[in-house]
């Protein structure tokens, strides 16, 4: 008796925490739907519109949005063919210099942004890339192509062997193995890693800001432009914001348990 | 013999062909990019100043700038401020609400999931979000405290308050993480010392005390570092909430880095200043991978 209380009384607690600390978010959503002479109003009640949501289809934004579902989708496509491969290699075979190997993707993963947008800066602009799509698709394999290695390293590892030695033995190659006996044990595993990539080049703010003028604007950075140049249209600004985090928050919702091993993969030795 | 000698070859061939393109690919876009970035730190580049960055006259003259810059120095020391009063809150909340929901039922795991979204949201929605919190014709945060009585001034626009108010957000964005790995970490203490522990008759405190914290620690400690190593790039946040300002009091090293390079032009000496940051990451890296070898080892998040 005395356990369900407990278990009650936290179950409230964690609700009216959750709430709480969701409320600063919440807040920009209601402000979306607020009419736009509306926005500073005192009254907490309104009548909810779609006016901001409408007002973005006029401007630049629904561009921003496609060349954001581009790089993001290109480059989770390119990180998963290069890095799973990479990453089943690193799982199941043994050579000296494996542990550099790690350090050297974890670096990656660490290194600030800045460190690689100064020299690519300079060689897009040499190599006519600046404001392209491709140039940034080949930025995020930066940070993509390392995460898609380490996770589905880890994933691999814990996919049994026997399985494939067995079809080994009866004269499948390595490769050919691994496409008809560990691709379909590793699905899961794999959708996480592409959604993780997707997220994370859909998250980039810093590469396209710098890299990219009007042509391959990404949304992210779409929005800050309405800060700064078109005064401060707030209600344009929370909508678009929503916009942007919506991919995200079904996906989240989507793959809750795969995506949380991805977002601590390596962090937690499997 | 022979025979298996030839199949362990070709496994070893077919294996490198899988792991080559991926590493060429990697190379071209990481190690490439950094040494250049080392070689350009060396030279005064500016764009704008055709040769410069040929000109290895003077190679360490970034670097001794950069030690005698004050705006530099300053710049480490909001870093080491920023850095340790988030990673400091992170923990605290992420270990205080992983403790409460370190259950399994449906309930709580529909409620995890909740506290995950500020991590994954695109940063520069988390920014709009302060923003708006933090400006008060439109903020809640303003409107209660006003009607509460105590109307206070624009935290961002005050040198004194901004820095803490890019701390609140940052520590917002991050808290699911560390909530993340202590509950991982939760997960994996055994029954057998907690059960031992309630029938022996300790509390909750003294049960988290002896019998959970001991099997955290070390997950704790990797979470830390790897915080302390993703706060040194936190950069979305201070472009929207203060620029920097207001004077230079937001300002962290990374920002100060990008202000010189794009804003400035000073390409070398911007190269010079990341090149530092790089060697200081890679250090914390190391200790990582070291912590690593022993349960916990170091790598990822979004």
Aim: net charge positive.
């Amino acid at each position: 008796m005395r356990r369900k209380r407990h278990t009650w009384t936290s179950n409230i607690v964690a609700a009216v925490l959750l709430l709480l600390l969701l409320s600063p978010l919440l807040w920009m959503l209601q402000l979306s739907f607020r009419p736009a002479d509306d926005v500073i109003a005192e009254q907490l009640l309104f009548r909810p519109t779609l006016e901001n949501y409408t007002a973005l289809w006029t401007g630049t934004f629904p561009q921003s949005f496609i060349n954001s579902v581009i790089t993001s989708g290109v480059s989770t496509v390119l990180s998963l063919l290069l890095g799973v491969p990479a990453a089943y290699t690193l799982a199941r075979f043994r050579f000296r210099g494996d542990r550099h190997v790690a350090l050297w993707i974890l670096a990656t993963r660490m290194a600030p942004p800045i460190a690689f947008t100064i020299p690519f800066f300079l060689a897009f602009k040499f190599a006519g890339l600046s404001d392209t799509l491709t140039g940034l698709i080949l930025i995020y394999l930066t940070f993509n192509l390392a995460l898609v290695i380490w996770t589905m390293r880890s994933f691999f590892a814990g996919v049994p062997r026997s399985l494939e030695e067995a079809a080994w033995i009866d004269g499948c190659g390595i490769w050919g193995t691994f496409l008809r006996v560990v691709i379909p044990l590793s699905t899961p595993g794999l959708a996480a890693t592409g959604i993780l990539c997707f997220i994370l080049s859909w998250n980039d703010f810093f590469f396209a800001l710098i890299l990219t003028r009007t042509k391959a604007m990404t949304s992210p950075v779409a929005i800050v432009n309405f800060m700064q140049y078109e005064g401060w249209e707030w209600g344009k600004i929370a909508a678009g914001g929503t916009l942007v985090m919506l991919p995200v928050v079904i996906f989240t919702l989507l793959v809750r348990t795969w995506l949380v091993r991805g977002l601590m993969a390596g962090a937690v030795k499997e | 013999m022979a025979s298996a000698r030839s199949w362990q070859a070709e496994q070893r061939r077919s294996f490198l062909l899988g792991l080559v393109p991926a590493l060429a690919v990697l190379t071209l876009v990481t190690i490439g990019p950094v040494l250049y970035l080392t070689i350009s730190s060396l030279t005064p580049l500016n764009p704008t100043v055709p040769g410069s960055g040929w000109d290895f006259s003077a190679p360490w003259r970034n670097y001794a700038t950069a030690l005698g810059e004050e705006r530099f120095l300053l710049s480490l020391w909001v870093q080491v401020k920023l850095s340790a009063v988030t990673v400091v809150g992170q923990i605290a909340i992420g270990l205080g609400l992983a403790l409460l929901l370190d259950t399994n039922s449906r309930f709580m795991e529909a409620i995890r999931t909740g506290f995950l979204l500020p991590m994954v949201l695109p940063p520069i929605v988390v920014a709009v979000v302060w923003k708006i919190i933090f400006t008060p014709d439109i903020s809640p945060m303003h409107r209660l405290l006003e009607w509460a009585g105590m109307p206070i001034h624009s935290l961002l626009s005050n040198g004194d308050t901004a820095l803490w108010a890019v701390v609140v957000a940052d520590t917002w964005e991050w808290f699911p993480f560390t909530m993340l790995m202590m509950l991982a970490a939760l997960q994996m203490v055994p029954k057998e010392p907690l059960e031992a522990a309630a029938i022996d008759g300790a509390n909750r405190r003294q049960t988290f005390w002896y019998v959970r914290l001991p099997y955290i620690q070390q997950t704790l400690a990797v979470t830390a570092l790897f915080r302390l190593i993703d706060s040194i790039k936190a950069f979305p946040l201070i472009y929207v909430l203060t620029d920097g300002g207001p004077g230079r009091a937001t300002e962290v090293t990374n920002y100060y880095a990008f202000v010189q390079t794009f804003n400035f032009s000073y390409w070398g000496y911007g190269s010079a200043v990341a090149t530092l940051l790089i060697a200081g990451v890679l250090l914390l890296s190391w200790i990582i991978l070291r912590f690593g070898g022993r349960g916990m080892a170091g790598a990822d998040h979004a």
